[in-house]
């Protein structure tokens, strides 16, 4: 045990649960928080760690709601050192067709929801003074890509975010920054059809799709102490596709 505690957002399954697994094996005591409180009770119950995982519903979107459970985090746990953002979601459309609650939603939970949870840690981790937070972005907030317009924009605003608040906290002991993940094998990538994985996958020099556990070691790393002089970075987990 580190003693530490990591806030694991949309950590019901995907990469969110290799973080809050990859986390806890390193000794931290995890907050495990999504909107879907019956996968995240399950996941939860599976990890099997007694008082060191616990699980709090959470939806991202919700500025108040996300205040009220990282105050009860912080009675529960005592504190809050690591946040990982990785709630995310995709409604894939041209923005031709794109309708405006498509692009909203999109933007409400990655960005919006990163900003609020990060705000929401910032005044705990100042009187710590020390913090890390880490917000999972993507590889097409980086290259953009054709029918996620909506997507694109809130990861490359996620990037945005995370340069502007490794600035504002880095005198405060915290570092701020971004994981962008290339193609990792998840629920979110299951609906795409055979046709579009090999597609993808010619785009990438390492020949396999990554794992959610890839993206955990590089958040544990980022979290660990060997971490400490890196800030406003944006470590890509993209097997090659974009250097
Ligand atoms: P996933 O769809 O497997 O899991 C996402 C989790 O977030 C779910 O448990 C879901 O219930 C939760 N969630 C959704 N909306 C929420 C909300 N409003 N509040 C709280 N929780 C919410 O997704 P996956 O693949 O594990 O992705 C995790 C993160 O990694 C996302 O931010 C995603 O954009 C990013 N990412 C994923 C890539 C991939 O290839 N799978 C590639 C690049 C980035």
């Not at 946040?83 to 979601?89: E, K, S």
Request: with cysteine.
């Amino acid at each position: 045990m580190n003693g530490k505690v990591a806030v694991v957002t949309g950590a019901a399954r995907g990469i969110g649960a290799a973080c809050a697994r990859a986390l806890l094996a390193g000794g931290y005591r995890v907050a495990v928080c999504d909107i879907d409180a019956a996968a995240g009770e399950k996941f939860v119950r599976e990890l099997g760690a007694t008082g060191d995982a616990r699980f709090y519903v959470l939806n991202v979107m919700d500025a108040g709601q996300v205040e009220a459970v990282m105050k009860q985090i912080v009675a529960d746990f005592g504190s809050v050192d690591v946040l990982v953002n990785n709630a995310g979601i995709t409604r894939d459309g041209l923005v031709m067709r794109m309708k405006a609650e498509q692009w909203q939603q999109v933007l409400d939970v990655n960005l919006n929801g990163t900003y609020y949870c990060a705000q929401a840690v910032v005044m705990p981790m100042i009187k710590q003074r020390q913090g890390r937070i880490i917000n999972i972005a993507s590889v097409v907030g980086q290259m953009g890509n054709a029918g996620q317009a909506n997507y694109c924009a809130s990861k490359a605003g996620v990037i945005g975010l995370t340069k502007s608040l490794a600035r504002e906290l880095a005198s405060r002991g915290i570092t701020v920054n971004a994981v962008a993940p290339g193609f990792i094998e998840t629920d979110m990538t299951a609906k795409l059809g055979e046709k579009a994985r090999e597609e993808l996958l010619r785009n990438v020099p390492i020949p396999r799709l990554g794992q959610p556990e890839d993206v955990a070691q590089a958040v544990l790393f980022l979290a660990g102490e060997g971490a400490s002089y890196i800030t406003g970075h944006v470590l890509n987990v993209n097997g090659g596709m974009y250097m």
